[in-house]
């Protein structure tokens, strides 16, 4: 069975400050993973994958992640935190065996403080 | 712009009473698309999978009766949540994937439920 945890419901961080999401993950086979962010009452927007290739990974909006197979980990990133970023950041993961199926980690929560 | 559209945002219904759900690609056919649950300040559950042309597949201790989904089209799913009753007052969220297994899965914009 695959499974992702997100140990921190909630981070808070100031504006221009570094923010980072972590997420770890645990499949038995090459995972994909998948960072989304959701605002209140809206549906998830999709911000980076991790397929195959370099570890390093830059998505939408300054965000990135880095995919570290030893460690089993999937942090995001983002260098300088804007008060807009401030939303619910959920990572998954999908076996590439079980379709498009996407397992989600519980969620964390950023706030970013002006 | 928004590639999975979900209608209605919000509705209120009264117990008893049936509600649907649509879950439309807007710009690509979906063989499959998927329903979630969120419970406030909570993760995504999947619920079931919807596939067209054949029935859904519920994941375990979802109510098939009660969550009926309908995947008529290519573009179209449904979901009806029937006899609804307060606790089944939630976000629905449905997605599609837009490709194979390396692509990444497009959200509705979801629906709050109410049920008095």
């Known amino acids: 069975a695959q499974s992702v945890a997100q140990p921190e419901d909630q981070v808070n961080v100031a504006e221009g400050n570094p923010l980072t999401v972590k997420c770890t993950y645990s499949?038995?086979?090459?995972?994909?993973l998948f960072w989304y962010v959701q605002y209140p009452n809206r549906g998830l927007q999709f911000l980076l994958k991790?397929?195959?290739?370099?570890?390093l990974v830059k998505g939408s909006y300054g965000f990135e992640a880095e995919f570290n197979k030893s460690q089993t980990s999937f942090h995001l990133k983002k260098p300088s935190a804007l008060v807009s970023d401030s939303a619910l950041y959920f990572c998954a993961v999908r076996l590439g065996a079980a379709g498009n199926k996407l397992t989600f980690g519980g969620g964390t929560r950023v706030l970013v403080k002006p | 712009g928004a590639v999975v559209s979900q209608h209605p945002s919000w509705v209120i219904c009264k117990s008893g009473t049936s509600v649907k759900i649509e879950c439309r690609s807007l710009?690509?056919?979906?063989?499959?698309m998927f329903w979630y649950r969120q419970f406030p300040k909570q993760s995504l559950m999947l619920m079931a999978t919807?596939?067209?042309?054949?029935?859904?597949?519920?994941e375990q201790g979802v109510e098939k009766d009660k969550f009926l989904i309908n995947h008529a089209s290519l573009t179209l799913s449904t979901l009806t949540v029937t006899s609804a009753h307060p606790e089944d007052s939630s976000f629905y969220i449905c997605?599609?994937?837009?490709?194979?297994?390396?692509?990444?899965?497009?959200f509705g914009q979801g629906t709050r439920l109410t049920v008095v």
């Open positions: 991790y397929i195959t290739g370099d570890n």
């Open positions: 710009d690509f056919q979906a063989t499959t």
């Open positions: 499949v038995s086979g090459n995972p994909y």
């Open positions: 919807s596939n067209e042309g054949s029935k859904a597949t519920y």
């Open positions: 997605s599609a994937p837009r490709g194979g297994i390396n692509t990444e899965a497009f």
